[in-house]
């Protein structure tokens, strides 16, 4: 700053101003006058230099007026939402006679609803972007394959989309389904920047179309800086990078600044914090307002870049975006402009009043609060992280070709749910034909109840994201083909269609009509009277002569708080269908991150892989044993499901029983004939296999996956990346000191054996057995001669049982002995 300003700016301040603290000031100036000259280059051009200081500091004043009013009004909202916290916090203590921790960690339960209700009340809107993503049109034969299979994308529609994004979907590619998507696009992005500078934000809109950009650290860091500064110059729009006066920045000065930013981007932000500093996160409010200093000069140019150094697809940051605007509006409206604050606040009350730091289901409420935060997935080393997610990804693909046969056991878990939320027998089993239709399913995704696999950042089995990489993508695909999405996806719309009909019936009672059991239902989810009655307003629509409660409905009462009710609205149902057919919740998740441990660390990566596969038992431990122990006992109008003994005897026989079914159709799919189930041992199986004993039946008998089947439980334990480097070790060293020891080493069969364990597509149950046919039993016999003879013996040492498809016959030779399974 010239010294006759310095001058001027400590007289206005009235004291001799620091030099960080002139430098902030300089900056601020620079570039508020760059981005005054980014309105009107040519007539901020023309503008004489002392009068456009004049404008830039009389903008500064202005923007510095608003954000103190700011600062003021969002000390207000913080107040309201501490205030209406402890209200929370008081009812839950008071109705469920819980610790302050226990309130708290219920609260975060809630939210985290919340901020999914959020999320598909934005992803319905979404449905021509995600019709345009998935659109096979103007591809080739082999394109429509990886598709199908790999969820690759179509890159003309791509192209055109981002085009149209730029263009702000007035763009000239002619592609109306291009068209259509970013417009969807651009207007739901918008309304949750509005929604969230409404509760304290403070995000600026662009004057173009708006794409998320997601940063490969490792690709970018790779690169090199010089390099990849000079690879993304050319992509950029240079028209903004301009200096104070309005002219545009040379080559020179544009490198200058990408190489600061390399620096940012491939140290993660660390190189702008200094050794020792706090690094603690701010206001949530203050989320998104930094400016965005990399701009590409159309879609063409940010494809470019995102292949080069992207992470993922487009549509992956797109979704994220989605994703990441939730959380930060759930968080802001449920506890304020500084969300971190408020709850370093809350974990303080919560030791001071149940006299230490309480944990809730194995954690403290510091771990549940990291991984609703979201910092839990935030990688301390992207390289790390990477690595361990493709390990994690790899057991995926290689182990859980079966799993859709376990997952019979999702509907003694789907019925025992209705039951406890009063739903109907009879229409619960309709809902599932009717999910499987097509105009049910666009009913469920117009209305936020979108399957799983198109949205969700979650796998059910190990309780990660499955990161849209190479290994990602073959792990979704196989979860795919072995029609386990088709399965999961089925039931949840199935119950969720279900769940909006009895919501519906229900919504055309008075709160004070309800039964006592309705409204602890309904309190228990987050619903509150004045909740109750902007629902009761709302008019009914109908789907196949059903009534239905549906987001737009609640929107139409124009209630002010509409939007905060559609996402409890949607939360309560989506986590009832997630308890219905199990997803890991929040306290699922923080045990299987280590306590919240960070991805990218030593910590965090080993608790995820430990826990990887345990996600599905754990989570049956946290949703159904948790709450037949808690649903309070004797409330007026509550179900027979509602009572403890009810619950866990149904539980138990019907888990059994469906277990029973899944282990046997497991037996046949690979060649057997049913086991003899008038052995107790059959039964202790059964009882495992249907995850009635949870993580500990899991553990003692076997794993509900059939994917870490060893005989040393301590695999199981351990874990399938750890039994895979047991594996690896027995490969290399056992068989070396077997060599060494002159014993046969059955190396060959061992390595076939590892393979086939670890590779996508070769193991899906209803091709498993051709595939063994076609050569795989065959090379495994010439690799160690005797193997097929073993483990016919060994099967019927295990359980007496025959195969009815000989191994290494390439068909079979007679029926599956059903009569076997009565001792026959």
């Known amino acids: 700053m010239h010294p006759k300003c310095r001058a001027a700016v400590n007289q206005a301040a009235g004291k001799t101003l620091t030099d960080a603290q002139i430098q902030k000031i300089d900056d601020r100036m620079s570039e508020t006058m760059r981005r005054l000259a980014r309105e009107d280059p040519k007539a901020w051009m023309a503008t004489p230099p002392d009068q456009r200081m004049v404008q830039a500091a009389l903008k500064v004043q202005g923007d510095i007026q608003a ?17 209406e916290l402890e209200t929370r916090l008081q009812s839950y203590t008071k109705r469920q006679g819980g610790n302050r921790a226990k309130a708290l960690t219920e609260d975060m339960n809630l939210t985290n609803s919340y901020i999914d209700g959020i999320k598909r009340d934005a992803s319905r809107q979404l449905m021509d972007l995600i019709e345009a993503a998935k659109s096979m049109q103007d591809t080739s034969l082999g394109r429509k394959g990886l598709m199908a299979l790999f969820d690759a994308q179509n890159p003309k529609m791509s192209q055109d989309l981002a085009m ?3 263009a702000q979907g007035k763009g000239a ?8 998507g970013a417009k969807a696009w651009l207007e739901v992005i918008e309304g949750l920047r509005q929604r969230f500078n409404s509760a304290g934000g403070d995000v600026r809109q662009l004057d173009y179309g708006y794409l998320p950009q997601a940063h490969d650290q490792g690709r970018v860091r790779a690169t090199g800086q010089e390099a990849w500064a000079g690879r993304v110059l050319p992509l950029l729009d240079r028209s903004r990078y301009l200096r104070e006066d309005g002219s545009r920045m040379t080559d020179a000065e544009v490198l200058d600044f990408l190489r600061a930013s390399w620096e940012t981007i491939a140290t993660d932000g660390m190189n702008k914090t200094a050794p020792g500093q706090f690094k603690g996160v701010g206001a949530r409010a203050n989320a998104g307002s930094q400016s965005r200093e990399i701009h590409f000069k159309n879609g063409a140019s940010y494809l470019e870049y995102q292949k080069q150094f992207g992470m993922g697809s487009m549509y992956d940051a797109m979704i994220g975006h989605i994703g990441g605007m939730s959380r930060n509006i759930g968080l802001v409206e449920r506890y304020g402009p500084n969300p971190e604050s408020q709850m370093r606040l809350q974990f303080d009350l919560a030791e001071r009043a149940d006299g230490e730091k309480k944990r809730v289901f194995g954690n403290r409420p510091e771990a549940y609060w990291r991984v609703l935060n979201g910092a839990s997935g935030m990688a301390e080393s992207a390289r790390i992280a990477q690595v361990a997610q493709d390990v994690r990804n790899i057991e995926v693909f290689g182990k859980l070709q079966g799993a859709v046969l376990s997952s019979l056991t999702d509907l003694p878990t789907y019925f025992v749910t209705a039951g406890y939320n009063k739903l109907g027998y009879w229409e619960s089993l309709k809902s599932i034909g009717k999910a499987m239709t097509p105009d049910t399913r666009e009913f469920l995704n117009m209305h936020g109840m979108i399957a799983e696999s198109m949205i969700s950042d979650l796998n059910r089995w190990s309780g990660e994201n499955i990161r849209q990489n190479w290994s990602g993508r073959v792990a ?4 795919k083909l072995s029609l386990m999405n088709a399965w999961t996806d089925t039931l949840r719309r199935a119950f969720s269609l279900t769940m909006m009909n009895g919501v519906a019936k229900l919504s055309r009672v008075e709160w004070g009509r309800l039964s006592e059991y309705d409204r602890w239902r309904m309190e ?15 008019q009914l629509d109908r789907h196949r002569g059903a009534d239905m409660l549906t987001p737009d409905a609640i929107y139409a009462t124009g209630d002010a708080r509409a939007g905060e009710i559609v996402a409890k609205y949607i939360g309560l149902i989506t986590d009832e269908s997630e308890v219905a057919i199990l997803n890991p919740d929040l306290a699922t998740r923080a045990i299987t991150s280590g306590g919240a441990a960070s991805k990218g660390t030593v910590m965090g990566e080993t608790a995820r892989a430990v826990a990887q596969f345990k996600s599905f038992p754990i989570a049956m431990i946290s949703r159904h044993w948790r709450r037949m122990l808690e649903t309070p006992q004797g409330l007026e109008g509550a179900p027979v499901l509602a009572n403890r003994a009810a619950y866990s005897v149904t539980m138990m026989v019907t888990l059994t029983a469906l277990g029973a079914m899944a282990f046997q159709t497991k037996q046949i799919v690979s060649g057997k004939d049913p086991v003899d189930m008038t052995q107790s041992s059959f039964w202790a199986r059964a009882l495992a296999q249907g995850g009635g004993l949870g993580f500990f039946g899991d553990l003692i008998l076997e794993d509900t996956t059939d994917a870490m089947s ?3 439980p301590l695999f199981r334990l351990l874990g399938p990346s750890f039994g895979s480097l047991a594996e690896v070790y027995s490969l290399t060293k056992g068989n070396i000191d077997e060599m060494v020891a002159g014993e046969d080493t059955n190396a060959g069969a061992e390595a076939i054996r590892f393979a086939r364990g670890h590779l996508p597509l070769i193991n899906l149950w209803y091709a498993k057995q051709a595939v063994n046919g076609m050569g795989l039993h065959a090379l495994q016999e010439a690799a160690s001669p005797g193997y097929l003879a073993r483990i016919k013996n060994k099967a019927r040492k295990d ?10 016959d390439s068909l079979p030779d ?5 009569g076997a399974a009565l001792g026959d």
């Open 173 to 180: 590619t002619g592609n109306k389904l291009a068209q259509d």
């Open 67 to 83: 954000e103190a009013a700011r600062k003021v009004d969002n000390a207000q909202r913080q107040a309201l939402k501490t205030a």
């Open 799 to 808: 359980w007496g049982q025959e195969y009815w498809w000989q191994p290494g």
């Open 710 to 712: 060893r005989t040393d």
């Open 164 to 166: 149209e994004v730029f």
């Open 524 to 538: 228990n989810k987050g619903l509150t009277e004045q909740d109750w009655n902007v629902i009761r307003a709302a």
């Open 476 to 479: 979704n695909s196989t979860m």
């Open 814 to 818: 007679r029926a599956p002995d059903f």
